[in-house]
Every structure is written in C-alpha cells, then in structure tokens.
C-alpha cells in the first residue's frame, strides 16, 4: 500500500486534513475531481480579460481566527505571527509569514450597512469606535458583539469545536445566553435604535436562516466579533492564492497530488485512512453504507442556495454615503425588519423581490484584482433557477443611484452553475446543509464524533460535519485528528 492516507476534495477542509496527516508523517494522497485544487477557494476571470474575481470564498476572516490555519498553518496571531506591511494603495495588509506565501489585505472598514435616509452603520476593527458611533446602543453592541471578541480565540476556539471540551467554558455560557436566541428577539429586547438592529441583522443574516429562527443571534454576534478580532480580509490576488499556497506547503512535506479525477466509489481507493471532503449525497452514492446511517445520511436537510453575480466597473461604486467606498464588505437590506421579511420569504420557498444582499468591494483593500471587480449574491430557495440579477443590482442602486452606468461587464451564477462549478455546493448550497440548531449537533448525523463514519477507517470532513460552512478548515483538522488517533 503505497499511501496511508487518501483525502477526497481539496476545500479548505480537504486540504487542512491533508496538511494535518502529513504533518504527523503520513503518506498522503489529494485527490481532486476538477482541474484546480481549493473547491469554492477558486478565483477566476469571469467577466473581461486580466481582472480577478472569487468565483466562492472571498472573505476569508475565519481563515484568521480558526485553529486549523492559525495555529498550524499561517502562524498564531496571538505570538505575533502575523505582521503589518503596506499595499500598493496604502492601506494595511496582513502578511504572513512562515508556512505560507499568502498576504491578507484589509480594507479601511471592514464591514458597512447603509440605511435609507441616514448614515450608513461602519464596523471598524476596532469595537469601542464601532459601538460609540450607535449612541444609544453603545452598551448593546459592547455588551454582545463586544464581549465575544474580548472572550477572545479561546471563546472562538470552543464554538468551532462544539464537541469537544470547551477551552473558554464560562464564556461559552455567556456568549449562549444572547447566542440561543432568535435574531429578532435579541435586536428587540437589547438594542433600541434602527441602525444598531440592522448591523446585526446583516451579520446574522450570513446564516442563511429565517432570523426568528433559533441561534440567528449567535451567528450574527460570532461573525461580527472576527471583524473586530482578526478583521475581514480578502486574500491579496485572489482567494486561490489561498489554495494554491496549502496545495504547495502539502507537497513540500512530500503529499502527492491529483486533479481532474473524480472519485466514483471508495472501492477505488486502497488506503487505511479515507477522508472525503463530500457531502452526504455524494458519500451516498460511493459506499455501500449500513441502512441505519443510509437513513440519517437521507434525513440531512439542505440549506437554501445562492444567486452570485460578478460584475467589472468603470470605476468605484457610486455610493450616496460615501463612506461605504472604504468597506471591503457590504451589507444590503435596509433595516432589520426588511431583512427579516426577506429571509423568512427565502425560509418559505418564495423569492424576495428585496432581497438581502451580500457584497464585497475586493478593489477597497486589494488594487492588483486588475480594475473594480465586484461580486454579490442573495439568498434564494435550493435549486433555484430564478434570475434574481435585476433583484439584486435593484438593491445595490437602491444605495448607491448610477451603479448600473457603471457595469462594464457581469457574469451571472445561478444554483445549477455554483454546483457545476464545485459538486459540494448542492442545490447552490454554500454552508453545506442547513445552518439550524438541530444540525448544528446533528451534522451529518447524531454522533458524538460525526467525523467518523460505521466503514472502518473512513471519514467525512466536508462543511456537512461540525462546524458546519466557512473557510476555517474545522472539519478536516477535526476529521485528521481523529483519524491519526485511531492510527497512532
């Protein structure tokens, strides 16, 4: 046997697993269905030549905060791993040094949410400048989102290993107390004004879940606090640089790699380890599986899609705040009650004709794109194959009047093409199955290490197992982990 190891899809969370069993030593094999290693980690020219856009992943933040990439991969922030340098425009990149090759840049604000007829609400990096610009809800914000970046990378370690012994177990409860919640709930009973209720809803709304749903506060206050804990960057050149750079450091402790070939069945592969970064509809089809976890496999319930447009323009977005130029990130909605309404449509199965938008300017922080690439997409039910573009830059014009005058080029995405483009992305699924608090324990089935699966020596690491989605790589470090536990 030639391998001690294969792993089976090069997302973040394949190639972690990878990176994690070669670094204990063992022979490894990558195997990857299309051309280019990274999964949704893929940048590509999708509108005119000689201009970069992420086709999935473009805010990397949790890439910053996770223990998969902070503390064996990119350095520990916290013992001064990372280091402060300069870009081309000025603004502050993080580059980081040791294992890989990769700069993150920031842009001068991380996150924005313009409101009609008012200031838009700018999330700094820094929280008590964040939480004095919504007066009234000054204490709120300190209080919630605040308090969970105070807690720190313990705090963020726990939640990301929720079946494990929690490293920050005092904070945990703290951080649980608003975090149950429903969105909605918690906005109401805490914070007082418009704009601090519309920030959250926009964090929160990453969920993908109606936000009078249970939990929807805790995903808005998590991803809020990385703003003010490690920022969110994109990667300087594009999200593949990412990927390319993890593909790089494997083969440098001697993995061997293969792309273009996709995995049928597991009686391809001859290896006492197998991980695959699948989902639990692809497993179905590659393993002869014990009907009592066939039937959980079948219970996994998948979360809603997007639609993604790309676009080039002729210059920055028009904004009627100016200020929302400097985010990297944008958040399109209005207030909280809008957004509500339009993800409790999405939960139903209907398209929002206002819709929430979620946008990022990669040109505010990273200039060597190539021009003003712009990339956006809206929630819409799974599998849909509604054209939501004129929903969508409906919204973006809402904020910033002209933006269409300014549209060289776009390039349009619906389910079928994510999920043409990545086979993890099911339906246009890009969490990997939904986000709701039953399967935030039970993922892909009830287990206290779903990791593993009932085939000896075979293990599922995709975002179907906990934590669930994001370019934070958990599934395979925790996936590796155990495997090398059950080998050493």
Known sequence: MRHDAVVVGSGPNGLIAALTLAEAGRRVLLIEAEQTFGGALRSRELTLPGLTHDVGAAVVAMALASPAFRDRVVGNPTAGGVRQARGESGRAHSAIRGALEVEFAHAPIEAAH???GRPAVLVHREAGRTAAALGRDRAAWEATVGATARAGFPLIDTLLSPLSVPRAPVSAA??????ALPLTTLARRVFRTVEGRAVLAGMAAHSVLDLRAPITAGYGMLLA????????????GGSQRLADALVARFRALGGETVSGHRVRHLRELEAATVILDVTPRQFLTMADLPPRYRRGLERYRLGPGVFKVDWALDGPVPWLDPAVAAAGTVHLGGTMEEIALSEAEMAAGRHSPRPYVLLVQPYAADPTRGG??????????NGSRVDMTDAIEGQIERFAPGFRDRVLARHVMDTAALESFDANLVGGDIGGGMASLGQFVRRPVWSPAPWRTPLPGVFLCSSAT?????????GGYHAARLALRGTS
Do not use: I
């Open 466 to 474: 906990p934590p669930g989605g994001g370019t934070h790589g958990m």
């Open 174 to 179: 703290r951080f649980g107390v608003f975090g």
């Open 225 to 236: 606090s990385t703003a003010h804990l490690v920022g969110w960057p994109v990667v300087r």
């Open 372 to 381: 003003h690439t712009l990339w956006a997409y809206c929630h819409v039910p």
């Open 114 to 116: 313009p409101l009609d």
